[in-house]
C-alpha cells in the first residue's frame, strides 16, 4: 500500500471484527511510528496498549459506570470550544447528520444517539486499544506533535490491513482507564483508538472533506 492509498483509506471504523491483532504486528507499527516528528524530538507521547482480559476489564468498568448513570469525569482538556463558528459548526453538524443518518437514527432522538455513542466504550468491538497519554506540564506544540504520531500509526496500521477510530470519549472516563492501566500522576489521557480488523458487514462510508480551495492557498506569483 503506497501513501496516497494509506491517507485515503484510513477512516474511523465503528464496527471491529472480533479477529485477535497479533502483538507482533503491533509491536512494528509503534515501532515505526516512533519515528513521528516533534520539537526539539520530544517525543511527548506515552501509549499504553490493551488487549485480553485487561480490555475486557476496561470495557466491562466503563459499561457499569454507563449503566448507572454516573456522569462523566471533569474534564482534563476542552474538547472543543463551547461556540463552535462557521464553517467549523456546519462541518460538525454535517458529521452527526451523516453518522447518525446512516443508522437510522433521527436528529431528536437523543436516546437512541446515546446508545450508539456507548459504543466508544466498547472500543466499537475492537480487540485492542491504545490508550494516548501527554505529560501535563508541556504544551500546545506538543499536543501537535502527539497528533503527528497518532496520524503515523493509524497510516501504518492500514499497512498491515488493520483500522483504527481514534476516540476522545474516552478523557469523558479517564478515571476509568487509569484504575487499569495506573499510569504516572504526571500524564494527562487525550484520547484512546481502537485498532482491529473491519467488520466485513461494517459501512464503509465516509465522511467528505471541504474543498481544497477552502482550505489551502497557493502564494506562487501565478
Known sequence: MDVYEAVKSRRSVRRFSDRPVPREVLE????????????????PWRAF???DGPLATLK??????LAAGDPFDEPEY???PQRLKSPYHERRAAFGAQRYGALGIAR????????????????FGAPAALFCYIDRDLGRPQWSDVGMFLQ??????????????????????HRTVAE???????????????IGYEEPAANPARTGRAALEETVTFVDGL
Open 28 to 43: 512494528r507499527v509503534l515501532s515505526a511510528a516512533a519515528w513521528a516528528p516533534s520539537g526539539s524530538n520530544l517525543q
Open 49 to 51: 496498549v490493551l488487549s
Open 60 to 65: 466491562k468498568r466503563a459499561g457499569a459506570r
Open 78 to 80: 476542552e474538547q472543543y
Open 108 to 123: 431528536e432522538d437523543t436516546e437512541a444517539r446515546q446508545r450508539a455513542a456507548s459504543g466508544n466504550w466498547e472500543c
Open 152 to 173: 503515523s500509526v493509524m497510516l501504518l496500521l492500514r499497512q498491515e490491513g488493520l483500522h483504527s477510530c481514534t476516540q476522545m470519549a474516552w478523557a469523558k472516563f
Open 180 to 194: 487499569t492501566l495506573a499510569p504516572p500522576r504526571d500524564l494527562m489521557l487525550f484520547c484512546g483508538m481502537s
